[in-house]
T-cell receptor, first 116, second 114 residues
Framework: AQKVTQAQTEISVVEKEDVTLDCVYE???????LFWYKQPPSGELVFLIR??????QNEISGRYSWNFQKSTSSFNFTITASQVVDSAVYFC?????????????FGSGTRLLVRP | GAGVSQSPRYKVAKRGQDVALRCDPI?????LFWYQQALGQGPEFLTY????????KSGLPSDRFFAERPEGSVSTLKIQRTQQEDSAVYLC????????????FGNGTRLTVT
């Protein structure tokens, strides 16, 4: 069965520290997609990244980077030099196959608090 | 506005009442989704529309939940005879294309059933 686990419920760091948010997924499909979303206090989910199962290249976007490792079924997210504005709940999500790739399965989220 | 708009922002209903939650997607977006987010949890898929066609309603938790999008734009999620376990934030999202494109989420409607 498909599942996304974010074991870290809450993380607190001081501004400028680096922080890594863990995501472990389970799926039987060979074709799947992994996502990260940010949910600030206002409530809307903001799309950060989408990766497909055939592309294991790590990605960097500014202070954000993602490490995708199929061998450990993990898709971890690192924020470098964290800022107070990074404080939010972060969700990792999975979608499977081609026909149901629109249906996201979310983890329970990691609340990140960045203190000044 | 440029984003997905949901109303009301908050809704309190007494157990047994019917409620209707509205979603205005981004203009021109073909796909529309409803998700349910319980407190402290990730969102869970409810249903998916492509234009006016409801292509997947597998996530609706019971037959008390009904969604429609009659003209392929605005959507309404209706919950009949609300129960306490229906208390959650209901998120609407839209995307531009039939194939994959990023989901744009609204701020959600927080439903509290007393």
């Amino acid at each position: 069965a498909q599942k996304v686990t974010q074991a870290q419920t809450e993380i607190s760091v001081v501004e400028k520290e680096d922080v890594t948010l863990d995501c472990v997924y389970e799926t039987r499909d060979t074709t799947y997609y992994l996502f990260w979303y940010k949910q600030p206090p206002s409530g809307e989910l903001v799309f950060l990244i989408r990766r497909n199962s055939f592309d294991e290249q790590n990605e960097i976007s500014g202070r954000y980077s993602w490490n995708f490792q199929k061998s450990t079924s993990s898709f971890n997210f690192t924020i470098t030099a964290s800022q107070v504005v990074d404080s939010a709940v972060y969700f990792c999500a999975l979608s499977e196959g081609v026909d149901s790739s629109y249906k996201l399965i979310f983890g329970s989220g990691t609340r990140l608090l960045v203190r000044p | 506005g440029a984003g997905v708009s949901q109303s009301p922002r908050y809704k309190v209903a007494k157990r047994g009442q019917d409620v209707a939650l509205r979603c205005d997607p981004i203009s021109g977006h073909v796909s529309l989704f409803w998700y349910q987010q319980a407190l402290g949890q990730g969102p869970e898929f409810l249903t998916y529309f492509q234009n006016e066609a409801q292509l997947d309603k597998s996530g609706l938790p019971s037959d008390r939940f009904f969604a429609e999008r009659p003209e392929g734009s605005v959507s309404t999620l209706k919950i009949q005879r609300t129960q306490q376990e229906d208390s959650a934030v209901y998120l609407c999202a839209s995307s531009l294309e039939r194939g994959w494109s990023p989901l744009h989420f609204g701020n959600g409607t927080r439903l509290t059933v007393t």
